[in-house]
T-cell receptor, first 113, second 110 residues
Framework: DAGVIQSPRHEVTEMGQEVTLRCKPISGHDYLFWYRQTMMRGLELLIY????????DSGMPEDRFSAKMPNASFSTLKIQPSEPRDSAVYFC???????????FGSGTQLSVL | QKEVEQNSGPLSVPEGAIASLNCTYS??????FFWYRQYSGKSPELIMFIYSNGDKEDGRFTAQLNKASQYVSLLIRDSQPSDSATYLCAVKGNTGKLIFGQGTTLQVKP
């Protein structure tokens, strides 16, 4: 298995632009998580899905953030409009089952200028 | 109170020594406990998980869980310079949410 695949690896954009991050979970995994990591706040859970349904989006910082999972093999995290404080590494992770171990993608390094 | 707390370190140990990393959590309903290692610029990778009270050993790593004290620890025996990384404690409750601590940076000096 190729593992969790994220794209792009790096994204540099200007304030106000729309940013879309993509994730392909491990085939067969039924949970998908979006995390954001910064030096100040560490690894924060933004939202997670179970069987493509959003379960908890309480970590999404603002309405500028939205996430979708149209099918079992694809998810997006969108920021519109982006702001410099959104600069961080965004990780997608998946797991099989509620209490099982998480597998992380390589992350997307987002820089908003 | 943070849901998962770790000392950020850095924790510095000489090569060959035992490194002890600690973590406390606030949700008594938590069921699963994980240790992830994250090298600089890389993604977290799972190194240990534990579900039941007591010790679990895997090679040089031992995870310890005490649910009554809401305490999880990771021991690394015979520490090597390649163990230098940030170690993230993570706790998963009934909801399925995996909450991470801030991480402890470990430095193993040759």
């Amino acid at each position: 298995d190729a593992g969790v695949i994220q794209s792009p690896r790096h994204e540099v954009t200007e304030m106000g632009q729309e940013v879309t991050l993509r994730c392909k979970p491990i085939s067969g995994h039924d949970y998908l998580f979006w995390y954001r990591q910064t030096m100040m706040r560490g690894l924060e859970l933004l939202i997670y899905f179970n069987n493509n349904v959003p379960i908890d989006d309480s970590g999404m910082p603002e309405d500028r953030f939205s996430a979708k999972m149209p099918n079992a093999s694809f998810s997006t995290l969108k920021i519109q409009p982006s702001e410099p404080r959104d600069s961080a590494v965004y990780f997608c992770a998946s797991s099989l089952g509620r209490t099982e171990k998480l597998f992380f993608g390589s992350g997307t390094q987002l820089s908003v200028l | 109170q943070k849901e998962v707390e770790q000392n950020s370190g850095p924790l510095s140990v000489p090569e060959g020594a035992i490194a002890s990393l600690n973590c406390t959590y606030s949700d008594r309903g938590s069921q699963s406990f994980f240790w992830y290692r994250q090298y600089s610029g890389k993604s977290p990778e799972l190194i240990m998980f534990i579900y039941s009270n007591g010790d679990k050993e895997d090679g040089r790593f031992t995870a310890q869980l005490n649910k009554a004290s809401q305490y999880v620890s990771l021991l690394i025996r015979d520490s090597q310079p390649s163990d230098s990384a940030t170690y993230l404690c993570a706790v998963k409750g009934n909801t399925g949410k995996l909450i991470f601590g801030q991480g402890t940076t470990l430095q193993v000096k040759p």
